[in-house]
């Protein structure tokens, strides 16, 4: 998987999200060590998962996400795969911080069938 994908779609997502301190990050700046890992947050700011892995295209463009929901260290998770265009990556405006958000809830992605390995 090369370093330096871009998404496929703008990180707007479905929902827009705002963050006093964040802008919606340019899906052109995003690499995948960006986003490998980072906490995903829902329609409630709530902690609903984190990105285990990223599908990337041919193209070399991030198509999709893998989040792992539920689970403690990694065991135990329940694997999703989601379109990462549906994402919406913020970063800090004065610093390197990403926050990832999902509009959906934690039992939604539960009740989700599970990502193949």
């Given at each position: ?39 995903v ?6 902690t ?26 990694g ?43």
């Open positions: 998987m090369t370093d330096h994908a871009t998404t496929t779609h703008g990180t707007g997502g479905a929902f827009g999200f705002a963050r006093d301190g964040y802008t919606t990050a340019n899906a052109h700046d995003l690499t995948t060590s960006d986003v490998e890992d980072a906490t947050y829902g329609r409630d700011d709530e609903i998962g984190s990105i285990n892995s990223l599908k990337v295209g041919t193209d070399g463009k991030i198509t999709d996400a893998v989040i792992d929901v539920g689970g403690f260290l065991m135990g998770a329940h694997s999703v795969s989601i379109p990462f265009g549906k994402l919406t990556v913020l970063r800090e405006t004065d610093g390197s911080d990403l926050r990832v958000h999902l509009d959906t809830t934690k039992d939604k992605l539960k009740a989700m069938p599970p990502q193949d390995a």
